[in-house]
């Protein structure tokens, strides 16, 4: 059945069905947005639907006309940021979390200024055109990796990225788009595309350099996110769909999505169509709200870290040594160069662990012993090599 996706016209094109007329923010009762067409409500098909409709949004509508009748269902839950009285990130952080959590945050944060050269930037308003091209290769790039990792076959934000490298250049001249970015010198290790209508913030698509996993991006990225919406007087940051742990414990309000579903009161067809459909999505709806699709995708996570187990086992690792012992045979190598990429996660995972500086390290082939490098810092080593195949001295 044909449909729509309401957030995506509303956020992206600022273009809705005529039935709708009005959004307002239900938190603050700012208008968010007006429908400046006044023709009357058409469906291109017996049947229709608008997919997505958030709740946190008061929706004015029109009348139907009298030949179409609609049927409206809540499906998945969404989650956001409700700035209302919170006056800085520290206070939001000390009503989410408990003094434990706290500390590993700001301890992730730390590490990872520690052991990098970190910016970061907010791109909103102005941006360079070649510095928007290169950022978004870096993203598209990143987001497949990160895909390949989570064994997901077919993600539609890979798919659909034509649209976005065409559109989100101008949204972020005319602040409808803003890309977050964490640097490490000149390359991003976490970007974050948002979308913007006048002061609610929707993160539609986070994603990261995997090289970078001990360090938690995400979560400084969040927290850093979180100043700039209390510091540019956001009201709320929403966040994609997904019923997720994370989401709960830093998101203070939660919401409803909605499907609208239109059909053709003089159409047999439209009318079986919207019923099968409607009845379809009851059912998941109703297996949601019993646990069962959390319980299915906690069994294909299990069932997922279980294989990777076993596809990491050649994977390389990193021991560390007595920082007096020598190793002779060695060769200094440019572990930056692409040709090493696989050593590269396994030397972050010891900067972390080590809380030595990237430029502080050398990195070194071990010439008598294959496949097996030396990294060294100001004060730690470590041997990286194949765990089935680890040197000792």
């Known amino acids: 059945m044909n449909s729509t996706n309401f ?7 600022e273009q809705l069905p005529t039935y709708y007329r009005q959004l307002q923010n239900r938190y603050t009762n700012d208008i968010i947005f007006n429908n400046t067409k006044d023709e009357e409500f058409q469906l291109p098909e017996s049947a229709f639907v608008v997919k997505d409709v958030p709740d946190y949004f008061k929706v004015t509508t029109n009348e139907l006309p009298n030949s179409i009748a609609c049927q409206t269902i809540n499906q998945y839950p969404g989650f956001l940021i409700n700035f209302e009285n919170v006056p800085s990130l520290s206070d939001y952080l000390n009503e989410r979390f408990g003094k434990s959590s706290r500390y590993k945050l700001r301890r992730e944060q730390k590490k990872l200024e520690q052991c990098f050269n970190i910016r970061y930037e ?14 978004m290769d870096e993203f598209y790039r990143l987001l497949e990796l990160r895909s390949l990792e989570k064994g997901i076959k077919d993600n539609i934000n890979l798919a659909t990225q034509d649209f976005y490298r065409a559109n989100v250049y101008q949204m972020i001249l005319d602040k409808k788009a803003s890309f977050y970015i964490i640097y490490n010198g000149k390359m991003p290790i976490d970007i974050c595309l948002n979308f ?28 850093k996110q979180i100043e700039w919406c209390i510091a540019n007087q956001i009201k709320l940051i929403t966040f994609s769909k997904g019923d997720f742990y994370w989401k709960r414990r830093w998101c203070n309000t939660v919401y409803d999505y909605h499907y609208h579903i239109f059909f053709k009161k003089s159409s ?40 990777k187990v ?8 990193h021991k560390s040594i007595p920082y007096e012992t020598e190793i002779k045979n060695i060769e200094a190598v440019d572990y930056k160069n692409e040709k090493f990429d696989f050593l590269r996660r396994t030397i972050y995972d010891f900067l972390y662990e080590s809380d030595e500086k990237q430029s502080e390290i050398t990195v070194y082939s071990i010439l008598d012993q294959p496949k097996s490098y030396l990294v060294i810092g100001k004060k730690s080593k470590a041997v990286l090599s194949n765990t089935s195949n680890t040197p000792s001295f």
């Open 122 to 135: 907010m791109y909103f308003g102005a941006i360079d055109k070649p510095e928007y091209d290169f950022i």
């Open 7 to 13: 957030f995506f016209d509303a956020y992206t094109k």
């Open 196 to 223: 913007h209508m006048k002061d609610v913030i929707f993160q539609y698509i986070r994603t990261y350099d995997i090289d970078y996993s001990k360090f938690n991006t995400g979560y400084t990225d969040l927290m």
């Open 310 to 317: 076993n596809v990491d086992s050649s994977a390389i690792k």
């Open 268 to 307: 047999l067809s439209g009318r079986l169509k919207a019923k099968s459909y409607y009845i379809a999505k009851a059912l998941k709806q109703y297996v949601r709200e019993k646990g069962m699709i959390e319980k299915y995708h906690e069994f294909r996570s299990k069932s997922k870290r279980s294989k």
